[in-house]
């Protein structure tokens, strides 16, 4: 990155285009990185206390967007109540 703190931006943009189904309605926080070249997604659900990472070496785009959404809207975790 030529600015510091461009990739989160970038990283963070990307889950936002996944707000509206309601991504963020399942976890306390919700970070995707790249390390390496290495995706991972930071999580912990919102009901729970345990710090999650899940690692998606060689996952294409669509296969990691498709993961977040079982680990977020399809999990059957609870959802918070948003007013």
Do not use: M
């Amino acid at each position: 990155e030529s600015k510091t703190g461009q990739c989160t931006i970038f990283n963070t943009a990307i889950l936002n285009e996944f707000a509206d189904p309601g991504i963020y309605d399942y976890t306390s926080y919700l970070f995707l990185d790249f390390h390496n070249g290495t995706p991972i997604v930071y999580l912990k659900y919102f009901s729970e206390n345990e710090n999650l990472e899940y690692s998606f070496t060689g996952y294409t785009t669509t296969e990691i967007i498709f993961a977040i959404l079982e680990l977020t809207i399809f999990s059957g975790k609870p959802k918070r109540n948003r007013s």
